[in-house]
């Protein structure tokens, strides 16, 4: 891993210039989880594997994350990997079990759990895999897009580390916060420091574009939103901001992404975010009269359209890039894709972002 590290020269750079507010040529797409199941040339490279092998080895990382743009002209590609491998990090941990997703045998029960912890301090050397995943998928890349970075959010990591695997209310966590206040600010201080560590060191590794994922924001609501994931939210992007700058590298987009969070648009838009991405329950108009004119947005089509037919595709697709207007945007699904999506459809999704998004002389 090194900030010295000579990279090809980016030929597309659409996704960045529309994080920085810039104008395009095209709409930029990508879609959440576009390496995975739902490509049969995945599914091969699973069969030989486990999925945490997969992510801790940076040649199977790589291959998999460049697999959905030997398909697709996608505008970014997205390194392979799980935002679970910050709790594994710091010691816990994490199994992935089919048709129940990410399993911790021995999540933390109390705050005394917490000492069971290891110290951010070492998350960058447990983690050099992804970071050697990333500076081998950018110059495998030559340019053809930029390489996004992300982790997930203190209080979606924290989420996970309580309950031990996914929940439809995360009742336990949440009890946590009511409960255990000062516990609760120790462990996502906790998961904070190691995570800023870890987005510096994917982009001294090569990722020119970071995504923060808060995928349980729908649980929290306005006053535990402010109290337990805007603070470390905004101190994620700020000291990521600074370490970059006195590495004397350029400045590096960043993307928060917080699901069911349309609640929190407007605390959002006051951080350092470029980008804001909202889910498909988020009125696009909606969204950038809150947020304003000088952020922008990422999203938002319902995952579930994919399953239409291509016309419908085509059809919603056009009606999004009207609502969302084709500056300050970049395309994508409001969740992830599935695994039983048909690829073609995802081409679809694709080729009509560019298709309705070109300037008129545009070639």
Request: net charge negative; with cysteine; charged share 25%.
């Amino acid at each position: 891993m090194s900030c010295k590290e000579v990279f090809p020269a980016l030929k597309n750079d659409r996704l960045l210039r529309a994080a920085r507010g810039e104008e395009v040529d095209i709409v930029p797409v990508w879609a959440m989880r576009q390496a995975g199941r739902y490509l049969p040339e995945f599914r091969e490279e699973r069969s030989k594997c486990d999925f945490f092998t997969m992510c801790q080895t940076p040649r199977l990382s790589c291959k998999v994350t460049l697999q959905p743009l030997e398909r697709f002209p996608l505008d970014a590609a997205i390194i392979f990997s799980d935002i679970l491998v910050i709790p594994e990090a710091l010691g816990m941990q994490v199994e992935m079990k089919p048709g129940e997703g990410p399993v911790f045998p021995s999540p933390l029960r109390g705050p005394e759990d917490i000492s069971r912890l290891g110290s951010p301090d070492d998350v960058c050397t447990k983690l050099n895999y992804v970071f050697e995943a990333l500076t081998l998928t950018r110059k495998e890349l030559q340019g053809r897009a930029p390489l996004i970075g992300f982790s997930g959010a203190p209080w979606t990591i924290m989420a996970y580390m309580i309950e031990g695997k996914g929940s439809k209310t995360m009742s336990n966590a949440k009890g946590w916060l009511y409960r255990f206040p000062e516990a609760s600010h120790q462990l996502l201080k906790i998961i904070t420091d190691a995570t800023v560590s870890y987005l510096v060191g994917q982009v001294k590794a090569g990722a020119q574009i970071l995504q923060v994922f808060e995928s349980h924001a729908e649980h929290l609501g306005p006053y535990l939103f402010r109290e337990f994931a805007l603070p470390y939210l905004k101190q994620i992007c700020d000291d990521v901001k600074k370490s970059v700058a006195e590495l004397g590298m350029e400045d590096i987009p960043m993307i928060v992404f917080p699901k069911g969070g349309h609640y929190a648009l407007k605390d959002l838009a006051a951080l350092n975010y470029e980008v804001i991405g909202i889910d498909w329950t988020v009125d696009p108009i909606l969204a950038r009269e809150i947020v304003g004119p000088n952020k922008t947005l990422q999203g938002n089509l319902d995952p579930c359209a994919l399953y239409a037919d291509k016309e419908f595709i085509d059809n919603a697709v056009k009606e999004m890039i009207e609502k969302f207007g084709r500056n300050r945007y970049i395309a994508n699904l409001g969740h992830g894709m599935y695994p039983d999506m048909n690829p073609e459809h995802l081409a679809a999704f694709v080729d009509a972002v560019h298709k309705h998004s070109k300037k008129p002389d545009s070639t």
